[in-house]
């Protein structure tokens, strides 16, 4: 039996070069909204080191990168409430 859930899910990525560049405050600003159907997770490296913060949103694959706190209201107004995906979906590649 195969499970299809709509749920999205943030991964923000937690590992060193990220965490240098904001990436905890990052994830405290998306843990600090609740968005009803969003799970909000942690992450290792999302391999594009450098462009940090990363933030990766499943299953769309859609890709943000240098992700300020201050933009995270935007991302979840725009991207996770209203559907509008603005950020990459090839992958993050600069
Ligand atoms: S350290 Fe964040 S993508 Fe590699």
């Known amino acids: 039996m195969t499970i299809i859930s ?3 899910c943030v991964r923000i990525c937690q590992n ?3 965490r ?3 990436a905890v405050d990052v ?3 998306f843990e600090a909204l609740s ?3 969003v799970k909000i997770m942690a992450s290792g490296c999302l391999g594009h080191c450098g462009n ?3 933030v990766l949103v499943l299953p769309d694959t859609v890709w943000y990168s240098g992700v300020l706190p ?3 209201t935007l991302i979840v107004a ?3 409430l209203d559907g509008r995906k603005e950020g990459r979906s090839d992958g993050g590649k600069e």
């Open 6 to 8: 709509n749920h999205k």
């Open 16 to 18: 060193r070069t990220c």
């Open 20 to 22: 240098k560049q904001g």
């Open 27 to 29: 994830l405290a600003a």
């Open 35 to 37: 968005i009803p159907g």
């Open 52 to 54: 940090g913060p990363m």
């Open 70 to 72: 201050s933009s995270v």
């Open 78 to 80: 725009r991207h996770l």
